[in-house]
C-alpha cells in the first residue's frame, strides 16, 4: 500500500522522483498503435516498490508520434491539419488509458493529468504545477503524458514527454529524473554500443555523443543536460531491466547513464 505514506512537512525536500516512460519501451514502435502490455505491467510492478513520491511522464511511441508523423505535425507551432490534431489526440487518451489501467491493477494509485492541466499555450503554469508534487506525497501516482496542445491563433503544437520532464524539473526540483527507454543509456558509438555510464553536462561529452545518436535521443539528451544543469541527477535506464530502475534510486549496481546535476 502506498497510500500517505509521505508526510507532507517534507514537501519542501527534494523528496519527488520523476520518471519518463519511453514510447520506445511502452508501445511497440514497428507495429502503429499497439501497446507493449506486458513492459508496462513488469515497469508499473517495479514503480510499486518505490517508497518515495512518483511522477511519471510517458511519451507516444506507436500512438501520438506515428499519427503525427501521418499528418504532418510538429512541434513547431503552426494551423496543422484539425483531423490530425484530433486524431493524435485521441491516440494519446487510449494510450494513456492503458497505462492508467495497468497501473491500477498494480496497486498503485495513477492519477491522470493531462499537460493541459498545468500548461497555457507553451508555458507553464507554475501554481498547478507546483500542485502536482502535493498530489504525488498523497500516495498518488500523477501520469502525464506528450500532446498536442493548442497554442494559440488557431495554431498547435506537439509537446513531446521530454519537453514536459524539462518543464516539471525546473519547478518542482526533483530528486532524481529517469529517462526509461529500450537501450541500456546513452552510446558514444553506435556501432560499437560503447556505453557512455557518466556525463558531466560542464564537460565536452555532451557534444560528442549528440552527433552519434538518433534525433529523438539528441531531444532527450537534451533534456537530461538541461536538467541536470538546473542541479537534479538524471539517469538513462533501459525499461527492460526494470530492477535498473530501483538501482539507479538506491544509488546501488545502478546500470545505464548518469548526467550528474
Ligand atoms: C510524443 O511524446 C507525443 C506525441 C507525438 C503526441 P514523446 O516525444 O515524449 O514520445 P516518445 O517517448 O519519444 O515516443
Not at 214 to 243: H, L, Q, Y
Amino acid at each position: 500500500m502506498r497510500e500517505i505514506l509521505f508526510k507532507p512537512t517534507i514537501s519542501l525536500l527534494k523528496i519527488m522522483i520523476l520518471i519518463k516512460l519511453g514510447g520506445s519501451i511502452i508501445t511497440n514502435k514497428e507495429k502503429p498503435l499497439t501497446a507493449n502490455k506486458p513492459a508496462i505491467r513488469r515497469l508499473a510492478s517495479h514503480l510499486r516498490r518505490i517508497k518515495e513520491p512518483l511522477v511519471v511522464v510517458h511519451g507516444g511511441g506507436s500512438y501520438g508520434h506515428y499519427w503525427s508523423v501521418k499528418y504532418d505535425i510538429h512541434t513547431k507551432p503552426s494551423r496543422y491539419n484539425i483531423k490530425g490534431v484530433s486524431v493524435v489526440k485521441n491516440s494519446m487518451v487510449q494510450l494513456n488509458r492503458i497505462i492508467l489501467e495497468s497501473f491500477l491493477e498494480s496497486n498503485l494509485r495513477p492519477y491522470c493529468l493531462p499537460p493541459s492541466d498545468f500548461m497555457l499555450s507553451d508555458k507553464p503554469i507554475v501554481k498547478k504545477v507546483k500542485e502536482i508534487t502535493k498530489i504525488a506525497i498523497t500516495g498518488l501516482t500523477p501520469i502525464s503524458y506528450g500532446d498536442v496542445m493548442w497554442f494559440g491563433k488557431n495554431k498547435f503544437y506537439i509537446l513531446s514527454g521530454d519537453k514536459i520532464m524539462g518543464i516539471l524539473s525546473k519547478i518542482l526540483k526533483p530528486r532524481l529524473a529517469i529517462f526509461v527507454t529500450n537501450v541500456d543509456g546513452i552510446y558514444s558509438n553506435m556501432k560499437t554500443k560503447r556505453l557512455i555510464r557518466d556525463i558531466t553536462v560542464e564537460k565536452p561529452t555532451v557534444s560528442e555523443v549528440t552527433t552519434d545518436v538518433t534525433g529523438g535521443m539528441s531531444r532527450k539528451i537534451r533534456e537530461a543536460a538541461n536538467i541536470s544543469k538546473n542541479g537534479t541527477d538524471v539517469f538513462f535506464v533501459n525499461g527492460n531491466f526494470p530492477k535498473r530502475i530501483a538501482n539507479a534510486i538506491s544509488g546501488k549496481n545502478f546500470e545505464g547513464t548518469i548526467f550528474r546535476g
